[in-house]
Each structure stands twice: as structure tokens, then as C-alpha cells.
């Protein structure tokens, strides 16, 4: 019959790779869509709540280009 030390000592490798796993949960937290557009194509968050995409649209007098507007995917 095993010891308790020698069953942790022969369980510790799998608590650590546990433990390594956990700590970059973090790290895969993904931030919420801005909702000005910044580039053609990034995800943006529509008033309303839906996500959309930015897309070029003419831009009004004196206004100097790129204009962007978020609109709805589907």
C-alpha cells in the first residue's frame, strides 16, 4: 500500500500542468467589439446590441476619408 506523500509526490506533474492550464485562462478573455470603426472588415457592436462589421461609406463634404460605418451582418 502507497504512502499519502508518495501518491501526491507521483500526482504533483498532473497538479502542475493543472495549475499551468488554469493560469492562461485569463489570458483567452476576449474584449467587446469597439463601437467606432477604426478599419474596413473589424467587428464593431451595433446600438441596438447585435454585432456588425465596418464597411466604407461615401464620406460627407469635408470630410477627409476613410468613413466607416458599423452596419448589421445580416
Do not use: N, W, Y
Request: with cysteine; proline share 11%; net charge positive.
Amino acid at each position: 500500500m502507497r504512502s499519502a506523500g508518495h501518491r501526491l509526490r507521483a500526482a504533483a506533474p498532473r497538479i502542475a500542468l493543472a495549475l499551468a492550464l488554469c493560469a492562461g485562462c485569463d489570458a483567452a478573455v476576449v474584449p467587446a467589439p469597439p463601437a467606432a470603426c477604426a478599419q474596413v472588415g473589424q467587428q464593431c457592436q451595433l446600438p441596438d446590441g447585435p454585432l456588425g462589421v465596418c464597411q466604407q461609406i461615401a464620406c460627407a463634404a469635408a470630410v477627409t476619408p476613410p468613413c466607416l460605418r458599423c452596419t448589421s451582418q445580416h
